[in-house]
């Protein structure tokens, strides 16, 4: 009877596995299978306990001696002793000493054994044909452990690390098992008590700072679950590991499972231990099933490259407004215009709406909450603050932006000008305010930076982009305040100062100017907007004492590109609705309200059915002088005939 013939006869419950077998081991409380039994080249029998039980305990549970594992002659193979076995010496191109060979591993061990003592753990490390190229060693020791690995080479083998790339753990059985999923753990101890309960598992060799020098190919393509020992070091493997696979062709899936109730520095073999009741196949199915739900690692979260998103996995929305069909919430708007028009007088108006949730001049609802104003150009005491006074706002609920503070190592602190960059510095504002509705820059020219070319797209946008994820992500409406441009066009978007990529950016653009018969009537016109109808402008004066706004009730039936026609005198050159036309319409118009007033609404629908547009009959309305009027607050918009 050879060695293992007689090892088996005391394990009648062991199963054949790979090419050796598994079985309960008799040295220890064993409810899991973790003895591995094998026939070695020689005769020997090779047994492993993966709790670290040594061949001596195991051999003594069984009523044998050490001895009854080794072949007739007598000769320890599995762990050699004696004396220290014979080794050449191979020299380098310098003549100086760089490597003992020895003619077998047995013989690289017994040197180890010379040095160390008898070792207690050894695992092994196939090629693809299933040739042994390499083991770890491992000694028990009173500090912890301490393990060396044994490699082979062209000349024999040596005391060292395997040639890279190293194979890893288990290959001829992950070959073996093409279309498996592979559970990746930390070392190869964690790695064995894996395949104790049903798992196909690996590791690399040579510690978790050494994934890089393992051949991870037979793993490309394949369903991979990493799971990490519960300390820094796992993490960094998990991480390591992953960018690796993930870079293979073609792509691994990769998921990462941290097992739940692991203790500091734990493993899949502390996990186990934990659940020793338990019986394999239930530890297998928990394990299995923490890899089911768990997320498959995106590769370009890794290495980049597209992030795609499935259309089907998004929810629809509803836009959501500040100013319904003018300023959306969690948007940039722009509102351009030259010096003087009113544009600082509007942002504090806004800000007031919002700060008291009063209704805005067309009747629509404003949502409550707080502002943060960002301003360069008015100073806070005798302008900002007056203005806001006078808007009747809740000072309360509006903050100034224009300063961040600084403090060096040694805490010294200085305060230097808020700019678009300080990014880190706007967010935490509006952390601290989380029910703010609006953020006003103003002007955007002051916040760019120094570094930041306005004309140029790229740049622009490499500081606005981010603004508006933080729109999108904490929900305020940015209202970006721009100057417009001396020079000339017929676009009036395009006549935002600097790069177009301020009016690309924005979902919304809105033009202020004064009215070119009137220069205290100021016109809010409508640009372009992404999200809603091109809409109606409004006008308003700024007037009183204090100063503030007044808006007029009517709409104004005009675009920014209309008024900017109007200013190149260009109106004069486009034809418009010919003479005959327009009388027409206006002599239908007081034909219809000859009875008395009549909606704004029912009128426009009434001219649809005659034939007339509805821009030629607001020319016939200002034509007859009819001045639109509400008979209650927030009611809908009359015309009637001037008496």
């Known amino acids: 009877?050879?060695?293992?013939?007689?090892?088996?006869?005391?394990?009648?419950?062991?199963?054949?596995?790979?090419?050796?077998?598994?079985?309960?081991?008799?040295?220890?409380?064993?409810?899991?299978?973790?003895?591995?039994?094998?026939?070695?080249?020689?005769?020997?029998?090779?047994?492993?306990?993966?709790?670290?039980?040594?061949?001596?305990?195991?051999?003594?549970?069984?009523?044998?001696?050490?001895?009854?594992?080794?072949?007739?002659?007598?000769?320890?193979?599995?762990?050699?002793?004696?004396?220290?076995?014979?080794?050449?010496?191979?020299?380098?191109?310098?003549?100086?000493?760089?490597?003992?060979?020895?003619?077998?591993?047995?013989?690289?061990?017994?040197?180890?054994?010379?040095?160390?003592?008898?070792?207690?753990?050894?695992?092994?490390?196939?090629?693809?044909?299933?040739?042994?190229?390499?083991?770890?060693?491992?000694?028990?020791?009173?500090?912890?452990?301490?393990?060396?690995?044994?490699?082979?080479?062209?000349?024999?083998?040596?005391?060292?690390?395997?040639?890279?790339?190293?194979p890893l753990y288990r290959l001829p059985e992950l070959l073996a098992r093409p279309h498996d999923r592979v559970y990746v753990c930390e070392g190869e101890k964690a790695a064995d008590a894996a395949i104790t309960i049903g798992l196909l598992a690996t590791t690399s060799p040579h510690g978790c700072e050494s994934a890089s020098k393992a051949d991870w190919r037979p793993l490309a393509g394949r369903d991979v679950v990493i799971l990490p020992d519960n300390d820094d070091a796992g993490q960094g493997y998990a991480r390591d590991v992953t960018s690796i696979l993930v870079k293979l062709q073609p792509v691994a899936t990769v998921k990462v499972v941290q097992l739940p109730g692991l203790p500091a520095k734990g493993d899949i073999y502390d996990w186990l231990e934990t659940h020793d009741a338990s019986e394999p196949d239930s530890l297998r199915a928990q394990v299995e099933a923490l890899a089911d739900n768990a997320p498959t690692v995106d590769p370009s979260s890794i290495i980049g490259g597209p992030i795609l998103q499935c259309l089907a996995d998004v929810e629809p929305a509803e836009v959501r407004w500040l100013w319904p069909g003018r300023v959306p919430l969690g948007r940039i708007t722009l509102l351009v215009g030259r010096p003087g028009e009113g544009k600082s007088f509007l942002t504090t108006y806004m800000a007031a709406r919002v700060s008291t949730a009063s209704s805005w001049p067309d009747g629509s609802d404003c949502p409550s909450g707080s502002v943060i104003l960002i301003s360069a150009e008015d100073d806070p005491a005798d302008t900002i603050r007056p203005r806001l006074d006078a808007h009747y706002a809740d000072v309360r609920r509006v903050h100034l932006l224009s300063m961040v503070r600084r403090i060096e190592a040694g805490g010294e602190r200085h305060d230097v000008m808020f700019t678009l960059a300080d990014l880190e510095a706007l967010e935490t504002a509006l952390k601290a305010h989380l029910d703010c509705r609006l953020v006003v820059v103003d002007p955007i020219g002051s916040f760019l930076g120094g570094r930041t070319d306005a004309h140029r797209d790229n740049e622009v946008r490499s500081v606005l982009a981010p603004v508006a994820k933080l729109a999108e992500k904490y929900g305020p409406a940015v209202l970006v305040v721009a100057h417009r441009r001396k020079s000339a066009g017929s676009i009036a978007d395009d006549l935002a100062l600097g790069s177009r990529a301020f009016t690309g950016i924005a979902r919304a653009v809105w033009h202020l100017t004064r009215d070119s018969e009137n220069k205290v009537r100021r016109l809010l016109l409508p640009g372009k907007n992404n999200l809603a109808p091109e809409g109606n402008g409004l006008a308003f004066t700024i007037c009183g004492e204090p100063p503030a706004i007044s808006w007029e009730r009517e709409p104004v039936a005009m675009s920014a590109d209309d008024a900017l026609s109007v200013e190149n005198g260009d109106e004069k050159k486009k034809p418009g609705p010919k003479s005959e036309t327009r009388n027409k319409a206006a002599e239908w118009l007081r034909d219809v309200l000859k009875t008395g007033p009549m909606a704004a609404g029912k009128i426009k629908d009434e001219a649809g059915e005659a034939g007339y547009a509805w821009r030629t009959v607001q020319r016939a309305k200002d034509d007859l002088g009819i001045k639109p009027y509400r008979d209650q607050f927030g009611g809908a918009w009359m015309w009637r005939l001037p008496s």
């Open 1 to 166: 009877m050879t060695p293992t013939e007689l090892i088996l006869s005391k394990l009648p419950q062991a199963k054949p596995s790979g090419k050796g077998w598994t079985a309960r081991c008799p040295a220890h409380d064993d409810r899991r299978a973790s003895l591995s039994i094998a026939a070695g080249d020689d005769g020997r029998a090779l047994v492993h306990c993966h709790a670290g039980c040594t061949p001596e305990a195991v051999a003594s549970a069984l009523g044998l001696a050490l001895a009854d594992l080794m072949p007739a002659d007598g000769r320890r193979t599995d762990r050699p002793v004696g004396p220290k076995p014979t080794s050449k010496v191979r020299k380098s191109r310098h003549g100086k000493d760089k490597q003992e060979i020895y003619a077998t591993v047995h013989d690289a061990i017994a040197e180890l054994e010379h040095r160390h003592g008898p070792h207690s753990t050894t695992w092994t490390y196939h090629n693809p044909a299933g040739e042994v190229v390499g083991m770890i060693v491992r000694w028990d020791t009173a500090g912890g452990k301490d393990i060396r690995p044994v490699s082979k080479t062209v000349g024999g083998w040596i005391i060292g690390g395997m040639p890279e790339p190293r």
